[in-house]
């Protein structure tokens, strides 16, 4: 899964980014790492690995990735392609969810591009760009969809039915995330991939001396905002994150404790996107490994076991299912099998986050 990290100049972007791509570049044996320099890998944090591991004495544990890009930067004009427009947007398209970094802190040394510090109007730049790039794809899907009418297929009618309701929408500066769609609809709106429509979670990047405390009302702007389009808003202090990408797990552990805070917020924000796309993970587990597997909401047992291996969807015979919880209170698969808590499951089984797995195959 791919997520864009996207804002106007000088709110935290860059050194948000820079600490993902640090954080990343300790997994020097991921592809992502070396084939684009642009993208950062993240370990999906899961507390769960470390204690499964240690039941099967795994000499390798394997936690699951998301992957953020840096998109090109935006200036206002984007959609009629100023600046970077064009890639900016080419680059939007090609992600599953934004990231779209605000800044929430006064700093006399960091210029703002428009000389004041107002994260509500620096969303709706970026926004009106996605809206107005997105009324020029479906305009020209609707001019096509009115002259097929003439065909005399429903499908056409249909089709510039929805195509108007979306364009009114997007008129209206709403995104078209805020919309309802039935099922057919849904699958229509996403074969359009317009921008508009992607999941969105506002990072609103704090001072450090903001770090732990209540009451900023530019955060509480943000989220007023985000909550009016249906998005997600994260408090994050980029700078924060970019210091802690640097330090040893003791360190870092210690550096937390100063500040008052449990969790990094690169931490949180993953785990955030995480739950934004519908993601959950299914655990396999041996003596060779312990590895997180990520999945869909929704997927049945031999398309997560196709995630390891085709020739297991292929050849899928059944899947022995241990909840997690299960598995950590037998004290092992063994013991579980003992206990009768061992789920055989056949090809219907939709797979529920946490699943210690066990796939037969037959190829």
Known sequence: MKLGVVGLPNVGKSTLFNAITQAGAEIANYPFCTIEPNVGVVAVPDERLDKLAALYDSKKITPTYL??????????GASKGEGLGNKFLSHIREVDAIVHVVRCFKDSNVTHVSDKVDPVADMQTVNLELIFADIETVTARLNKAVSMQKTGEKKYKTEAELLKRI????????????MQ?????????????????????????????????????????????????????????AKVEEELSKLDAEEKQMFLESYGISESGLNRLVKKCYK???????????EKETRAWTITEGTKAPQAAGK???????????AEVVPYETMLEMGGYNQAKEHGKVRSEGKDYVMKDGDVVLFRFNV
């Not at 009114?168 to 500066?173: C, D, G, T």
Request: glycine content about 4%.
């Open 167 to 178: 364009l009114a929408r997007l008129e209206s500066e709403q995104p078209v995330r805020t």
């Open 308 to 318: 390891i291996h085709s020739d297991f969807e292929k050849g899928f015979i059944r």
């Open 67 to 76: 992957r953020f890009v840096d998109i090109a930067g935006l200036v206002k």
């Open 276 to 286: 934004l796309l519908h993601l959950i993970s299914f655990l396999t587990a041996g």
């Open 181 to 237: 769609f039935d099922e057919d609809e849904q699958a229509a709106v996403d074969e359009m991939f317009l921008l508009t429509s992607k999941p969105v979670i506002y990072a609103a990047n704090i001072s450090e001396e903001d770090l732990g405390s209540d009451g900023n009302p530019l955060v509480e702007a943000v989220e007023r905002q985000a909550a009016k389009e249906q998005a997600e808003t994260l408090v994050i202090c």
